[in-house]
């Protein structure tokens, strides 16, 4: 997600205002640069319907296109082989995990997810898909 620039009234500069809060620093380690952009990798479990939202200056984000942007980290997730539980939306990195599609979260398989009661996500922040 891009920020916005915009000017400061009576000419006191620009401010880069990001949609989801204030002007905020990219938080890469040892980068201080005014962040232009917010990750949304999207989170799971007790975090559904939120998304990483670190802030990120133009080197360090990654744009996926669409206002879509990873931060650093996010684009090695991305990268790495993984898969997404349908139950409780947390990805998993583990090989074992992968390969025998298991989710460590719900602590099952994902043929046997129907078995669970559905995941108790919190209430507020759930955004519809
Ligand atoms: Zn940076
Ligand atoms: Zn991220
Ligand atoms: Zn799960």
């Given at each position: 997600m891009k920020c916005d620039k915009?000017?400061?009234p009576n000419g006191q500069g620009t401010a880069i205002i990001c949609?989801?809060?204030?002007?905020?620093?990219?938080?890469?380690?040892g980068c201080d640069r005014?962040?232009?952009?917010?990750?949304?990798w999207p989170l799971g479990g007790?975090?559904?319907g939120k998304t990483c939202d670190r802030p990120m200056?133009?080197?360090?984000?990654?744009?996926q296109g669409?206002?879509?942007?990873?931060?650093?980290?996010?684009e090695r997730a991305k990268n790495t082989p993984h898969i997404w539980c349908p139950r409780c939306h947390m990805p998993s990195f583990n090989?074992?995990?992968i390969e025998k599609k298991f989710c460590g979260h719900c602590n099952a398989f994902h043929?046997?997810?129907?078995?669970?009661?559905?995941?108790e996500f919190p209430k507020k922040g759930r955004r519809k898909k």
């Open positions: 915009f000017e400061l949609s989801r809060g204030r002007r905020q620093k990219c938080k890469d380690p005014n962040a232009v952009a917010l990750c949304d007790p975090n559904y200056c133009g080197t360090h984000r990654h744009s669409e206002d879509k942007d990873f931060c650093p980290g996010h090989p074992n995990d043929d046997q997810l129907d078995q669970l009661p559905p995941y």
